[in-house]
Each structure stands twice: as structure tokens, then as C-alpha cells.
């Protein structure tokens, strides 16, 4: 469908700090682009196809920005380690598995089935070492109809030898040729992937640096998750002042890209503030940071000093695909935070959280995350109906209860750039 209207009970952000919401409205879609939210349908839209969703909440999309498809088959196990440990004794152990196409095809297919039948609607993907098996990924996400930025995961150093790359020269030729092949998909594409500056030398974040630049290709990686993490990256890069200067000084680290750095647990007051003059998009992941006992990220310091914040599930550090319940754990988290840490910050709310599932990690993606005139249509028909209740509630009072209490069952129908995959 090109042009339709959808009928039903609408929420979304104007901005991060502006809510609308609309009970039995008509909101417009032409050519994957919102038109409007109306009362009634306008004369020019009148011969539009109707998707009736009354009594319906329609939201805008989520956007999972810190994810490891490689990681999927153990979620939910292998949580009794610490960061360096667990990778070690588990992800590196299930990510070598990756070198077979057949394993791959297999693992990757029941990722981005749960992907496509859940709430997120575009998401930046973790894969492995593996060239052929990270395509493979690429092929079965462009047919699912999610956008998505996938990464080939580079390491050369400090991980098993059945997981290192030997000779930089040809690890930055199999970029490059991922970066060019990349090209043929539409809604599917390459995001550069140093796996975080303890695996990765010098010499090779120098070369991934020239490929960013060359190709304007945009940039994932992990910082300042863990404080063992911190200690060895000190012992790695004497000469960096900190651990932002490890990917800053090669033309990693935004600015005139885009950049998504997970967690920004540690980062201390002269990171935050080049988190924010380099525009750079932080990946929240709740459940990861305490499962593998990382600590409590700031994140009111970063909303508070407008710094993009967006949600991550980080399978399999996270259990689970579903940004819903990262969003709630971050409003609990944070009030620990609050109540252990430093009783002068402010507790995360609702209205914090749908920012962070919508407008703040969306804007990584564009213009989506909201419904505002000329934003691309990425949406979410929630039968919160399921949630039962003798009492009445507001929209806003439906929202705070779908982020409390929703889950998966609820999802009706979902679209991304304006088309209807569920």
C-alpha cells in the first residue's frame, strides 16, 4: 500500500519532550511518509485504503540499537560470569560456530523470525567474524522487511586463535569487499564493528578508520562497560587518556558520522561531554549490565545533556529480544541508581523510556521514531485490551501500563517505511 489511513488511538513524541495523543484518530501515510493525524478524514485523502484499528494503541516503532544475532541460541543461559570471563568461557565459544554457512543459515533464520514478529522495527546487529555467514544474515534481514545495520565483527588480538584475525591487510580487503557488496541490499547495510579496543590494534583501527571515511560508512562498538574492561584497556593504550581517545583518535568515534557506542557505564565528565559534541548515540542495555555484573549507566546525565540515548536488548548478554522489557528495566534500574549510587540523580520515567524506544534510538536510523509530518512510517498496533482491568484509563495511563505489563501477544500489526510486514 502507497497511500492509506489508519484509524485508532495514537501516541507518539513531537520531540523529546512533547507527547500527543490522539483517541480514535486518522493518521495519514502516502509514499512511507506520515501526512498528519486527524479528527476525521480529509477530503484529499478520502479515497485512501482505511485500516481500522479502533480502541487500538498505534506507537511508533522500536529500535534496538545494540544487538548480537551470533549470540542468540544461548539468551538466557551462561549468566555466572563477569564481562572478560563471559566472553571468553561463552561468546567466543558459540561465535566460532559461525564459520559453518549451514549453522549459520540455521541460527540466523530463528533470529530474525523472533526479530520480525516482535516490537522492533530496525536494529544494529552484531555478527561475527565471518564474512559469508555475516551476508547470510544480511539476506534473510532484507527479506524480512526490518532495516537494519549489520556488523562484521573485527578482532585481532586478545581473543582465541580460532577467532583472531592474522593478517590486517587482508582483514581490511574483506571489509572493504563487505562495504561494496553490501550495496545490493535496500534496507540492509554495513556499519564498521571494532568489537571494543581490547581486541583491536592500533594498526588495524587505523585502517578501519580510512575505510569509515572513504565510504562514510557509520561505526558500532562497546566502551566503558565494565570496570575490569576499563583497567585492561588503561594497561593496553598508556598513551590514551581515556578510553573515548582509543576510537576517537582514528576517526571512530562520530562527529561527522554516525555512532552507536554501547553502555557508557564509566565514562567520566570529559567523555560525557565528547559524547555530546560528537553526536554520538548511546546504546542503554539494562539487562546486560546486570547480568554480567557491569554496573548502572548514568543515563539522566545523558538525556539531561542532550546526548541521543537509544535501547539495546544486547543478546545474549540480555536474555531477550524484547525492547519492552529493557525499557522497564531501565526505569527500575535507574531508581537503584538513585537509591545506591548517587541520591542527587533524577529516576528515569515513562516518558523517558518511550523516548529512548522511539525518537532516541529512531533518529539513528533518520527521520522515524515519531509520527511528525514527514517522518518515515514505522509503527506498532498494540491490543492492550489483553491487560485486563475494571477501570478506566487515559492514553498516557495505557502506555505506561503496555511498558509495565505488555508483552509480544499484544502486537496486532506492524509497520516499517510504511509498509505492513505484520
Excluded at 540499537?65 to 560470569?81: E, N
Excluded at 571494532?194 to 578508520?209: D, V, W
Excluded at 580510512?210 to 598508556?238: A, C, F, G, M
Aim: aromatic fraction near 12%.
Amino acid at each position: 500500500m502507497k497511500e492509506f489511513v489508519i484509524k485508532g488511538d495514537i501516541i507518539y513524541l513531537e520531540n523529546k519532550n512533547e507527547i500527543k495523543t490522539y483517541k480514535n484518530h486518522y493518521l495519514v501515510v502516502k509514499d512511507g511518509y506520515c501526512q498528519g493525524v486527524f479528527p476525521h478524514i480529509l477530503e484529499e485523502y478520502k479515497d485512501y485504503v482505511e485500516l481500522d484499528y479502533s480502541n487500538k494503541l498505534v506507537i511508533p516503532g522500536f529500535f534496538d540499537l545494540h544487538v548480537h544475532a551470533s549470540q542468540y541460541q544461548y539468551r538466557g543461559t551462561s549468566m555466572d560470569l563477569e564481562l572478560i570471563d563471559w566472553l571468553n568461557k561463552h561468546a567466543f565459544i558459540e561465535e566460532a560456530k559461525y564459520e559453518s554457512i549451514e549453522y549459520a543459515e540455521k541460527s540466523y533464520s530463528m533470529f530474525v523470525d523472533e526479530l520480525k514478529n516482535g516490537f522492533t522495527t530496525r536494529a544494529a546487529i552484531f555478527a561475527t567474524i565471518h564474512k559469508d555467514a555475516t551476508m547470510k544474515l544480511m539476506d534473510l534481514l532484507e527479506k524480512s522487511g526490518i532495516v537494519s545495520y549489520v556488523g562484521l565483527v573485527l578482532m585481532n588480538r586478545n581473543s582465541p586463535d580460532y577467532l583472531r584475525l592474522k593478517d590486517d591487510k587482508d582483514t581490511l580487503k574483506m571489509m572493504e569487499e563487505y562495504i561494496l557488496e553490501s550495496k545490493k541490499y535496500q534496507n540492509t547495510f554495513p556499519i564498521i564493528t571494532p568489537r571494543f579496543t581490547p581486541s583491536c590494534t592500533k594498526e588495524l583501527m587505523k585502517g578501519l578508520g580510512e575505510l569509515r571515511k572513504k565510504y562514510n560508512v557509520t561505526v558500532q562498538s562497546h566502551i566503558d562497560e565494565n570496570p575490569s574492561e576499563l583497567i585492561w584497556v588503561k594497561e593496553l593504550e598508556p598513551e590514551c587518556k581515556n578510553y573515548t581517545e582509543t576510537y576517537s583518535r582514528f576517526g571512530l568515534y562520530g562527529g561527522d558520522h554516525h555512532c552507536i557506542m554501547a553502555h557508557c557505564i564509566y565514562n567520566n565528565d570529559e567523555e560525557i561531554e565528547t559524547l555530546k559534541n560528537n553526536k554520538i548515540f548511546v546504546a542503554h542495555c539494562p539487562e546486560s549490565n546486570m547480568n554480567v555484573t557491569s554496573g548502572i549507566a548514568p543515563i539522566y546525565k545523558y538525556l539531561d545533556n542532550g546526548i541521543n540515548v537509544g535501547l539495546g536488548s544486547d543478546v545474549a548478554g540480555g536474555s531477550s529480544l524484547s525492547l519492552i522489557r529493557a525499557a522497564r528495566q531501565a526505569i527500575q534500574l535507574s531508581k537503584m541508581y538513585y537509591r545506591y549510587v548517587d541520591q542527587n540523580a533524577r529516576q528515569l520515567n515513562v516518558m523517558d523510556a518511550f523516548y529512548m524506544l522511539t525518537l532516541g534510538g529512531g533518529e539513528f536510523f533518520g527521520k522515524v521514531g515519531s509520527f511528525n509530518k514527514g517522518y518515515e512510517f514505522d509503527a506498532l498496533v498494540i491490543d492492550d485490551s489483553k491487560i485486563p482491568s475494571l477501570l478506566d484509563f487515559s492514553l498516557l495511563e495505557r502506555l505506561e501500563r503496555f511498558i509495565y505489563l505488555g508483552d509480544e501477544s499484544m502486537l496486532v500489526s506492524k509497520f516499517v517505511k510504511g509498509e505492513k510486514i505484520i
